[in-house]
């Protein structure tokens, strides 16, 4: 990444952890940047693209190894979304949908997983499933449990562990 990109994702990233969250202008970006807003625009595409760069991109992929049981899957899940959070909570806490669309995926293939085993509760549907997990990976819930550093990020993933143990009826 070169200098103007990384000026202007930390400006982004300041901006937005100061409190100004999505509502946070492309203009007030640049400034901060100290460059003008096409050149934003051409670094990043869009506003919303800039806001997606500044958030990394969650590390989960629950189909490797396919071997792996599914209840380490879950695991590593939560454990990489809570590390993802504890990053940089001010910024999370600052943006309309941390987490979002793109993790449903790596949930729903969770819950194909679980399903597979027969490792979800008798009655819980594949969609009630992939809902628990997104929940529980959530920076929401993350925060909740989390703020101000009561918990480590290690410790608010064993608590969201049980929970899920708990919602979905396996055992961990």
């Known amino acids: 990444m070169d200098r103007t990109a990384a000026a202007i994702l930390d400006g982004a990233r300041a901006l937005v952890s100061e409190g100004q969250g999505a509502g946070v202008s492309v203009g007030a970006i ?16 869009s506003k919303a693209g ?31 979304a809570c590390a993802r959070w504890a ?16 993790d449903r995926e790596v949930e729903h293939r969770l819950a194909e997983r679980l399903a597979a085993v027969d490792a979800l ?23 909740q449990l989390h703020r101000d550093g009561r918990r480590t990020y290690a410790a608010v993933a064993e608590i969201l562990m049980r929970l899920a143990s708990g919602i979905l009826a396996y055992h961990p």
């Open 121 to 143: 509760r008798p009655g819980c549907s594949l969609k009630e499933a992939e809902d628990v997990l997104a929940a529980l990976s959530s920076f929401g819930m993350f925060d």
């Open 87 to 102: 990053a940089d909570p001010s910024l999370y806490r600052h943006l309309p949908s941390a987490g979002g669309s793109a």
């Open 30 to 45: 640049a400034r901060r940047a100290g460059v003008s807003r096409i050149t934003v625009y051409n670094r990043f595409g």
């Open 50 to 80: 800039l806001l997606q760069a500044i958030t990394p991109a969650p590390h989960s992929d629950p189909a490797e190894p396919a071997a792996s049981d599914p209840r380490e899957a879950v695991r590593r899940h939560l454990l990489q």
